[in-house]
């Protein structure tokens, strides 16, 4: 399914995302530009060696049944903060997105590469403001993955 990004919705509230999650499985946040420029090429590349991947390279949502009876809302936040970074690491422009698609593989550092792909909403900056929120209220040191430091 193709959508536009002037049409997709937006999740506007950590809890309306938390919500979608709990409802669905097989969802994933994307740093981009968004679906309009992904979905042309349902391929990422790898930034060190420049090879083309499989499909595009997501954070999986999906709730591990190990999490238990934790918040949701800490486990979405949680992910979404993981790379809230990526904005200033891949420029202008770059933004999350959510959607729902099939792992066809892994890259490599691990993360899912996604296929079958239809984009279901933008998320908001205030989300990723309320989930740094939330997850630099727990205990613990949880800072964004950001190798580089630049976040």
């Known amino acids: 399914m193709s959508k536009s990004t002037q049409t997709m919705p937006v999740f506007d509230s950590l809890a309306a995302l938390t919500r979608v999650v ?9 740093w981009s530009r968004g679906p309009g420029q992904d979905l042309r090429d349902v391929s990422s590349t790898d930034d ?16 591990e049944d190990w999490w238990g009876g934790r918040p949701p809302h800490v486990w979405v936040a949680r992910r979404l903060h993981d790379y809230c970074h990526f904005p200033h690491v891949k420029g202008s422009g770059t933004r999350p ?5 099939t792992e066809a593989t892994r890259g490599p550092d691990n993360e899912p590469l996604v296929k079958d792909v239809e984009p279901l909403g933008w998320i908001a900056s205030r989300v990723i403001t309320e989930a740094t929120e939330v997850v630099t209220s727990q205990p613990g040191d949880w800072g964004p993955m950001d190798r580089n430091g630049a976040a």
């Open 48 to 63: 060190l060696t420049g090879v083309p991947l499989p499909g595009l390279s997501a954070s999986p949502l999906d709730i």
């Open 97 to 101: 997105w959510v959607l729902h698609g």
């Open 22 to 30: 709990t409802d669905r499985r097989g969802l994933y946040v994307r």
